[in-house]
């Protein structure tokens, strides 16, 4: 097997699929990576879901002409859109889509109270109704729009009193009895996963699915034959349709491996 060292293509609506981009790292610092965020249209959660699928192609087919191997759409609302026309226009490149992390924190605890927070595209569709049709007899799932909190992360603001106050009118219906679970239904809600859990509580766990996204892309590339085997560090370029949010994503990148 020879070195492949092309780059895989991350992408989201804005700078949250840097969350996803951390664990691709973590599990795989050796490969290279360009990281596009489309912070112009952001965010999706709130377009019309054939809106969403066209600009998600368009940033899906602006990867692949600067060279990337594979790609991964870090985001939940693109992938509910787009991922289906995607892998069928590209049949010879691994396109990995993201999903609520609905299955983990249903088996965490049996006949548990999992709430899963998510945009209002996203719990929309049929992907989604689909997976939560696979654990609604395993637990009691309920599902939370959540406005507001992708602007919060795309101005960079992952903490403070403004957030929390914010938050926690959100979850007002919820904080008498709080969820055993809560599901990070979008990939920008894990740069604020830590006010989440001190408003429920520390009896509440997070789950996410960025770490089982970069697994599935690990995977992928492995029976592709197409995994860089070099052992040197990779390299990992960010662009933005909007290059004011460059400086951000390279913020909460330095934020996520730090943690």
Request: net charge negative.
């Amino acid at each position: 097997m020879y070195p492949d060292n092309r780059p895989i293509g991350v992408f989201d609506s804005g700078v949250g699929g840097i969350s996803v981009l951390a664990e691709l790292l973590r599990l795989m610092p050796n490969e290279n990576y360009i990281y596009y965020g489309d912070s112009h249209n952001a965010p999706y959660g709130v377009r019309p879901c054939d809106e969403v699928k066209e600009l998600t192609i368009a940033t899906a087919n602006k990867l692949l002409s600067m060279g990337c191997k594979c790609l991964v759409i870090a985001c939940n609302t693109a992938t509910s859109a787009a991922v289906r026309p995607l892998r069928a226009a590209h049949p010879d490149i691994p396109v990995i889509g993201i999903e609520p992390a609905l299955k983990p924190a249903v088996l965490n605890k049996g006949n548990g109270y999992v709430l899963v927070l998510a945009t209002a595209v996203t719990l929309a569709e049929d992907k989604f109704k689909r997976l939560m049709a696979q654990y609604d007899h395993q637990a009691r799932i309920h599902t939370l729009a959540c406005p507001g909190i992708v602007e919060f992360v795309e101005k960079g603001i992952t903490e403070g009193p403004e957030l929390t106050s914010y938050l926690t009118d959100l979850f007002k219906d919820y904080l008498d009895t709080p969820p055993d679970c809560v599901v990070l239904g979008c990939t920008h809600y894990p740069f604020v996963g830590e006010c989440i859990k001190t408003i429920f509580g520390s009896n509440t766990q997070i789950f996410d699915g960025g770490e089982g996204t970069a697994r599935e892309t690990r995977h992928q590339l492995t029976i592709n034959d197409i995994c860089n085997d070099s052992t040197a560090q990779g390299s990992v370029q960010i662009f933005n349709s909007d290059a004011d949010y460059i400086r951000i994503a390279e913020k909460l990148l330095k934020i996520r491996q730090g943690r």
